[in-house]
């Protein structure tokens, strides 16, 4: 079982990053999807989450209305595209499966927004 994230690094403020999360092992789809961030000093946080289908969505306040998650099953991915990205948005992120009390995490992936 396997959650690997790539797409993060180095960007500017105001720019975007796509992130991926590709999963091995394990069939996504009976899984609700989450992204989470934990910036140096600070405490994990939950970013975006998606339901199985994607028909439900629920996002941080601190990135509502710049971040969107989406997902495709048939491909066992899950994704958060990221826009309008802000010094704040500095983190390791990682993505999360969870399915009635079995929670897979990736390895997490570098996001720097700086000019």
């Known amino acids: 079982v396997q959650l690997v994230e790539s797409g993060g690094g180095l960007v500017q403020p105001g720019g975007s990053l796509r992130l991926s999360c590709a999963a091995s092992?394990?069939?996504?789809?009976?899984?609700?999807l989450s992204w989470y961030r934990q910036a140096p000093g600070k405490e994990r946080e939950l970013v975006a989450g998606?339901?199985?289908?994607?028909?439900?969505?629920n996002y941080a306040d601190s990135v509502k209305g710049r971040f969107t998650i989406s997902r495709d099953n048939a491909g066992n991915t899950v994704y958060l595209q990221m826009n309008s990205l802000k010094s704040e948005d500095t983190a390791v992120y990682y993505c999360?499966?969870?399915?009635?009390?079995?929670?897979?995490w990736g390895q997490g992936t570098q996001v720097t927004v700086s000019s």
């Open positions: 092992g394990f069939a996504v789809s009976s899984y609700v």
């Open positions: 999360v499966a969870d399915r009635r009390g079995i929670r897979y």
């Open positions: 998606i339901n199985s289908a994607g028909g439900s969505t």
